[in-house]
């Protein structure tokens, strides 16, 4: 694999589960793999659970990991071509890739929607150079459009939960034990829920993406449901095949998943509102997720990316449920990244 994106580049599917189950089973199977190897994990935005795992897998793996926060300590950069350098940056991008694919094996890149041009975004225009002229398999750690190692990480955490008939109380926060009875074909929903700041699209365009192969690329598949407001309709590149349903409680009714997670405007419909955050947040506070909504689900497992504004996307009784898989979701990250490091060290 040289690069990591789309779900298409991890191929099959089940092929893709059942190493993650390996590796769940000994993550340090293949210690051996990365010796003399180095990652290098670039950041241009804040992370702990991506830096955090990602850096995990690579030392499961036997491998160096350099981590660079780009604003931190580094030049700054200029991402433009043409642009005649007399700002406050001191470093192209063009210089800047070639020479940090000098020191590694791997490169990793986390660098956000800037919501400056909606093409440039979708265009993945600095995903897009570091492929182009790092010399090296590239893995993307949230782009301006995927987030494809948390999408990997939630199908592995909906496979584990699927079938399970006994509900625990919560580790940390106890609840009763509940039983529930799993569908054989899971119902999966992703939820827009408010946030007042504008976030970006790359974590329900993974997981689209990601929940639309499954329907049919895993054993037994799965039913996958999008709901949000009006005016969030995400781009067909990621959801085309998926059903949308406006109404929340109606999207909500018999699931067992709930994937919650904000957006701002994807633009598809009105491409000048790309990157907003449509009306006053305040005025979508009933699309908070709460018992409300949880009620008319099949004991739901309640599921987000992380970070999370609580009592903004999620009451603290709903995360605090035993039915939250939230802890778990993120511990699959050190999987996922596990999985996906190997398969780049083995095509080296
Ligand atoms: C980011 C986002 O919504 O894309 C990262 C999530 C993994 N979240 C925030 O910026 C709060
Ligand atoms: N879920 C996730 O990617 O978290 P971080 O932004 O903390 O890496």
């Known amino acids: 694999m040289k690069v990591f994106q789309h779900v298409s580049d991890i191929g099959n599917l089940q092929q893709a589960l059942a190493e993650a189950m390996e590796i769940k089973a000994d993550r340090y199977k293949y210690q051996s ?64 890739i070639p020479v940090m694919g000098c020191y590694c094996d791997l490169i990793g890149v986390r660098s956000f929607a800037r919501f400056e041009s909606r093409k440039d975004d979708y265009e993945e225009q600095i995903l897009n150079q570091f492929i182009k002229y790092s010399g090296r398999p590239v893995f993307f750690m949230e782009s301006a459009t995927v987030h494809p190692l948390q999408a990997f990480a939630d199908l592995i955490t909906i496979e584990e939960y699927k079938n399970r008939t006994k509900v625990e109380p919560n580790p940390l926060f106890g609840g009763e034990a509940i039983t529930r009875v799993p569908n054989k074909r899971p119902k999966v929903v992703l939820s827009w829920a408010p946030h007042p700041k504008a ?12 929940m639309i192969a499954a329907q049919t690329g895993i054993e037994g598949g799965l039913d996958f449901v999008i709901t949000h407001p009006e005016g969030y309709e995400l781009d067909p590149q990621f959801v085309a095949g998926a059903k949308v349903e406006y109404d929340q409680m109606k999207a909500f009714e018999g699931a067992d998943f709930i994937y919650a997670k904000n957006w701002s405007c994807p633009g598809v419909t009105r491409p000048a509102d790309y990157g907003k955050v449509l009306g006053d947040y305040h005025d979508f506070s009933e699309w908070t997720v709460g018992a409300r909504q949880m009620a008319v689900t099949n004991n739901a497992y309640f599921m987000h ?30 999987i996922s990244a596990t999985v996906v490091l190997k398969r780049m060290l083995q095509s080296l």
Do not use: Y
């Open 305 to 334: 990316c992380l970070p999370v504004r609580r009592n903004m996307i999620v009451t603290d009784d709903v995360i605090e449920a035993p039915t939250s898989i939230v802890i778990p979701e993120a511990a699959n990250r050190e």
């Open 199 to 210: 976030l970006p699209q790359a974590v329900p365009n993974s997981f689209a993406e990601w």
């Open 33 to 96: 793999l990365g010796k003399n190897k180095t990652a290098m994990l670039i950041f241009f935005n804040n992370s702990l659970r991506t830096r955090l795992s990602t850096q995990k897998a690579a030392m499961n793996l036997g491998m160096n990991v350099i981590v660079l926060d780009v604003n931190q300590g580094a030049w700054k950069l200029e991402t433009e071509r043409g642009v005649i350098m007399e700002s406050d940056k001191s470093e192209h991008l063009l210089e800047a």
